[in-house]
């Protein structure tokens, strides 16, 4: 390890906690250079959930790559990219009544967060934006300016000007009514906050511990936004492309955004892409007004085109609802039922473990070391790092599954008994 921790910069984090040379990766499992397997349950923070290397996609890839086809091409014109259009239209767009314009962004999500909110202040022609306590966005300036946690934000100053940060229901937040909240906000001429010109929200706060938004919150925040003419974006960058069960989360709540964000997942199999979905009617760009070299990665229009294919010949919608249904029922019957300190949330293939109450921020740290050490890759997150964050492929196969959820529960066992 002796080169990267001599050359490689001290801002390495995920390499702290799994602490060895990997290899190679098939499916849910991830190989070291010694050849030692270990269960992905963080799914590259989201960016594989169709598995490692999956074969469909790979093949798609694959051959392009043979017929010397293009792999960069700015805004152009290209076969790839008409593909992936028509594809995204015919099988997602267009059966859900959702009438969007693509706008192709720089090769990650943040550059889709920073895009959202300028979009939104040209078109309203105001400067602020309302996000919510324990978001998370991005970590260019713009999306920093609507991410909750400060220990990120803490070398970047003056981030948060023209930003109002709402309470989410959750924790203390979940005793009021937190539209009520902002509507009062808005009403009110001498709050000392003004009108944004956008709302954005997760519906999981995913970073900010797995908090999953209820349907009528997320419904009521629609309406809030018609009512005073701002812009509603959807960030679905972690908890999108099938991640909650249906494709997009917002579908459970029966809304449709103003604008959507998409990243990690959306390119099948890993590659830099992200995307901003706005209505017709937000499509007030000049030609060139926001652009980016790499807005074009046709290998990441290939692989998203497969992995729309590859969603309809397996069906993985209905894995995903029986997969939850295990998950759900593992994390209640054996890891909530250790101690009434343990809170267990979630939804679809993304649950979190919430440990706050034992008081010890360092012991979700512990547990997933010794999750390691028993062949486990999952991570923490939230207030404090204080919730342990499931995110498995939705591909992962049943078995691998519940070996690794029995890992978690022997790392608990062992942790709390020490």
């Known amino acids: 390890m002796n080169i990267f921790e001599q050359r490689e910069s001290n801002v390495r984090s995920y390499c702290r906690n799994f602490p060895v040379l990997f290899h190679r990766a098939k499916g849910s499992l991830i190989y070291s250079e010694s050849g030692e397997a270990y269960i992905d349950f963080l799914a590259g923070a989201g960016a594989l959930n169709y598995g490692h290397n999956n074969d469909y996609i790979k093949q798609k890839v694959i051959s392009y790559l043979e017929a010397d086809a293009i792999t960069h091409g700015l805004d152009f014109y290209t076969s790839a990219k008409e593909k992936f259009l028509s594809k995204f239209f015919e099988t997602l767009l267009y059966p859900r009544g959702l009438d969007y314009r693509v706008q192709f962004c720089g090769p990650t999500g943040t550059n889709a967060v920073e895009a959202a909110l300028k979009l939104a202040r040209k078109i309203k022609k105001r400067p602020g934006i309302f996000s919510f306590m324990g978001g998370y966005h991005g970590m260019t300036l713009g999306s920093l300016s609507v991410s909750g946690n400060l220990e990120i934000k803490a070398g970047a100053f003056g981030t948060s000007n023209h ?11 979940e005793k009021i009514d937190t539209i009520e909240f902002i509507e009062a906000v808005l009403n009110d001429v001498n709050s000392g906050i003004e009108k944004p010109a956008a709302i954005i929200f997760e519906t999981v706060q995913a970073e900010g511990g797995v908090i999953v938004a209820p349907i009528e919150w997320m419904q009521k925040l629609r309406q809030l936004c018609d009512r005073h003419d701002i812009l509603l974006i959807c960030d679905d960058i972690q908890v999108g492309c099938g991640r909650t069960g249906s494709f997009f989360s917002f579908e459970r709540a029966n809304i449709i955004p ?116 028993l062949g486990l890759i999952v991570e923490r997150t939230g207030r404090n790092n204080t919730v342990i964050k499931i995110l498995p492929p939705l591909t992962i196969e049943m078995s691998i599954l519940e070996k690794g959820c029995f890992i978690i529960k022997q790392a608990f066992d062992e942790c709390l008994t020490k």
């Open 258 to 373: 103003d604008m959507v964000v998409l990243s990690k997942s959306i390119s099948g199999y890993g590659f830099p892409m992200s995307l901003l979905l706005f209505k017709p009617e937000l499509d007030v760009w000049e030609p060139g007004e926001h652009n980016g070299t790499f807005r074009g990665n046709q290998l990441a229009f290939i692989g998203a085109a497969a992995a729309l294919e590859y969603r309809e010949i397996t069906n993985i919608e209905q894995e995903v609802k029986a997969k939850e249904s295990f998950l759900r029922n593992f994390l209640i019957d054996k890891i909530a039922s250790i101690s009434d300190k343990v809170k267990i949330r979630g939804i679809g293939l993304i649950w979190g473990i919430d440990i706050t109450d034992f008081g010890d921020n360092s012991l979700t740290k512990k547990i997933i070391s010794r999750c390691f050490e």
């Open 163 to 173: 930003v109002s940060f709402m309470p989410y229901p959750h924790g203390f937040m």
